[in-house]
């Protein structure tokens, strides 16, 4: 069966330091990868999404990036953080082809101080 | 863009009563619906799911109908459980490769006993 794993599972960094969350995915290949932010009492915005490897398209501009070294490896970065960026990234896989149903990682918590 | 309004954001229902939450949308072309649920610190879990070529869809106790005339679908849970307290949240999108779920902004379901 297909897994997917987020770290770290929490993360207190200060404004203006670096970002990198790690997605990884077993059990599948090939899939398409998604980085969504959840923040507190709202839903759900789609920040990356990649159909492969290097494929990367984002949704939203802002001081974050993502890249996909591997076929089942999305990474989430930034080089300097800011305040609002503090939230929940949640991590999601679809199997691609005819199936699009997304199933989401544990996800991080990030606290920028 | 697809928007997706969720309705209402808080519900609270005695245990063995049914509950109801229900979205609409706003392009006519998305065709896949599916719903998640999401417990306190939890990555969202996918429920179920339909696509516009379908009406309704049950699982045990849960079913999902849809009206694509009037672009609403509607999550039905029966003889509800404390453990179904969580907040849902539906989405929609164009069921493609890559494409994102636009997400309503979650109920907040609280089943007391």
């Known amino acids: 069966s297909q897994t997917i794993h987020q770290w770290p599972a929490t993360l207190v960094q200060p404004v203006g330091s670096p970002l990198s969350l790690e997605c990884t995915v077993e059990g599948t290949s090939n899939p398409n990868l998604y980085w969504y932010r959840q923040a507190a009492g709202r839903g759900l915005q789609l920040l990356f999404y990649s159909v492969g490897i290097g494929q990367i398209s984002s949704e939203v501009p802002q001081n974050l990036s993502a890249s996909r070294p591997q076929d089942r490896q999305f990474i989430l970065s930034s080089k300097k953080l800011l305040l609002s960026d503090s939230g929940f990234y949640l991590c999601?896989?679809?199997?691609?082809?005819?199936?699009?149903?997304?199933?989401f990682g544990p996800g991080t918590r990030l606290t920028v101080t | 863009g697809e928007n997706v309004e969720q309705h209402p954001s808080t519900l609270s229902v005695q245990e063995g009563d049914s509950a109801v939450i229900k979205c609409t949308y706003s392009?006519?072309?998305?065709?896949?619906f599916p719903w998640y649920k999401q417990e306190l610190g939890k990555g969202p879990q996918l429920i179920i799911d339909i696509r516009s070529n379908v009406g309704e869809k049950k699982d045990q106790r849960i079913a999902v109908t849809l009206n694509k005339t009037a672009k609403h679908f509607s999550l039905h849970i029966t003889e509800t459980q404390p453990e179904d307290s969580a907040v849902y949240f539906c989405?929609?999108?164009?069921?493609?490769?890559?494409?994102?779920?636009?997400f309503g902004k979650g109920t907040t379901l609280s089943v007391s006993s």
């Open positions: 989405a929609g999108s164009l069921n493609q490769a890559g494409t994102a779920l636009i």
């Open positions: 392009d006519s072309a998305s065709n896949y």
């Open positions: 999601a896989w679809s199997p691609g082809g005819s199936e699009y149903e997304q199933y």
